[in-house]
Structure formats: C-alpha cells, structure tokens
C-alpha cells in the first residue's frame, strides 16, 4: 500500500486568506483525489488531480476556489482560497492505481477557519 | 452526491459483541469498500468486494454483497475498544472513472 504524507495536519487561519495543503506519495500513482468532510459528515470529492493538466473538478467546486497542482505521478496540492468560516473541514487527499480500485488516504488537514 | 446510505447512523455496543453495520446504494456498481476513520483522522481502507463476489472475510470483518438489493453489509466480530471509529462504505461507479462515492458512516462505539 502507498504511504501518503499529508501537510499540514491541522490549521487555523484567518478568513480572506489561503491555504495550500500537499499531499506527497511514496511511489508514483496514477490517480490522485482531493476530499472534503465538513464537521459530522461524510466526505465529498472535491476534484481528480490530473498530472500535467488541470484538475477535473465535481459539481459545487471551482478551480477559482479550490486551485489544485500535480506536477508528477507522486505530489500534488490543493488551495483553499479567500477562506471563510464555512471552509472550515478536514481535507483529504486520496490515491489509487489504475486497475486497483483500493484507495489509501492521507492523515487529512483539519482547518479551522476564524 | 451520496451514493450510499448506512444504518444505523450510530450505533453502541459491549467489548465482544457482534456489529452489524449496513449500506444501500443507488446505481450500478464495479466495487464497494469499506474504509474505518479514528477521530476525524485519514481513512483506513478495511476490505473491497467486487460486485461478482458476495462474500468476503478479512480477519474478524466479513463483508456481504447482495447486488439485487443494492446493500452491503460489515460485521465485526468479538468487537474491541479499539474497534471504536467511523465506518464508510464506498462504491465504485459501474462507467465511471476511479472515484468514489462516500456513504453517511457509522459512528460505533465499544464500551469495554
């Protein structure tokens, strides 16, 4: 199973200003995903990270928003933008190989938005 | 949007008992899996059964998947303390691409 490391785990930050959480993968896979779970919920996907283009983003989600990079098979990250209260949530980032349809998750950033 | 609905939403139970906890989904699926989360931490993938299989054990889980229904279900046996965390279900959408979608969970709690 992949490791994933996830930065930070946890954050509080003012509201109108951003943050970028990175999720690095200890060996090259094909799909990597991005999370939320608001508070009490279950987790939504955000947008698929694609390698070398931009990312494809589920509905209720916009790149202005929630900006997302893969340079490479093993990282990405994904900004939270122009932050409010209401972002406030654990972000996840996900991994699977193509063909093994087991995900593995990171630790998750817990933000708290003021 | 919610594929899969488990029951019970929360649910409490004595070190060593059995729990039994369900999930129903709405399309046609490849896969469904089961993930546990300790406190609001990253997911623990606990076992995938393919929509041709209909039973599966890992340990002291055992997955069941009737696709007629459109239900799933997890039993932990001879539940542990430690055992205590939310569970999800997960499908695999038939067409889709790789992604997910998430049940509710299960919140269960094992009083030692």
């Known amino acids: 199973s992949a490791v994933i490391s996830q930065k930070p785990s946890r954050d509080i930050c003012q509201r109108g200003t951003s943050l970028t959480i990175q999720c690095q993968v200890d060996?090259?896979?094909?799909?990597m995903f991005w999370y939320r779970q608001q508070p009490g919920q279950s987790l939504t996907l955000i947008a698929t990270?694609?390698?070398?283009?931009?990312?494809?983003?589920e509905s209720g989600f916009v790149i202005d928003k929630f900006p997302i990079s893969r340079p490479n098979l093993t990282f990405s990250t994904l900004t939270v933008s122009n932050m409010s209260p209401e972002d406030s949530s654990i972000y996840l980032c996900?991994?699977?190989?193509?063909?093994?349809?087991?995900?593995?998750f990171g630790q998750g950033t817990r933000l708290t938005v003021v | 949007s919610q594929q899969g609905e488990e029951d019970p939403q929360a649910l409490s139970i004595q070190e060593g008992e059995n729990a039994t906890m369900n999930c129903s989904y709405k399309?046609?699926?490849?896969?469904l899996q089961w993930y546990r989360q300790n406190s609001g931490r990253g997911l623990v993938h606990l076992i995938l059964?393919?929509?041709?299989?209909r039973e599966k054990h890992s340990g002291r889980l055992r997955v069941t998947l009737d696709t007629s229904k459109k239900s799933s279900s997890l039993l932990i046996t001879a539940s542990r303390a430690a055992d205590t965390a939310s569970y999800f279900c997960?499908?695999?959408?038939?067409?889709?691409?790789?992604?997910?979608?998430f049940g509710k969970g299960t919140k269960l709690t094992v009083n030692p």
């Open positions: 059964i393919r929509s041709n299989e």
């Open positions: 996900s991994v699977e190989d193509f063909g093994n349809t087991e995900a593995f």
């Open positions: 060996s090259q896979v094909t799909m």
């Open positions: 990270a694609n390698q070398g283009s931009e990312a494809t983003y």
């Open positions: 399309t046609s699926i490849n896969n």
């Open positions: 997960a499908t695999g959408q038939v067409g889709g691409s790789e992604k997910l979608v």
